[in-house]
């Protein structure tokens, strides 16, 4: 182990998720970055099980968005009116 891994105060665990323990205060690590810090382990669980749920509300959210933009990009191009990629490729 290097001299510098051993003044390290980050804990890393793997158990299925990510938590680790940096100056006392707990966080979970997921693909979009760090959520935290929590005050123990248990709370980090928890906030990392509440993540997880809200991930297909997300996603719904974000698929509900893209079709309301599609949609409304379609009506300015049936309108003949340019979208934001037609003055994007206009300033060109």
């Known amino acids: 182990m290097r001299e510098q891994d051993k003044k390290s105060t980050v804990h890393h665990f793997r158990t299925g998720h990510r938590y ?4 006392g205060r707990w966080w979970f690590s997921t693909r979009e ?4 810090p929590f005050d123990t382990r248990e709370l980090a ?3 990392m099980q509440r993540f997880v749920e809200s991930v297909p509300l997300m996603e719904k959210f974000q698929a509900t968005r893209q079709a309301k933009k599609d949609k409304n990009e379609k009506a300015q ?3 003949g009116d340019p979208t934001i990629w037609d003055r994007q490729l206009d300033s060109r």
């Open 45 to 47: 669980e928890e906030g």
């Open 77 to 79: 191009r049936d309108r």
């Open 20 to 23: 680790f323990c940096q100056d």
């Open 33 to 36: 970055g760090e959520e935290g």
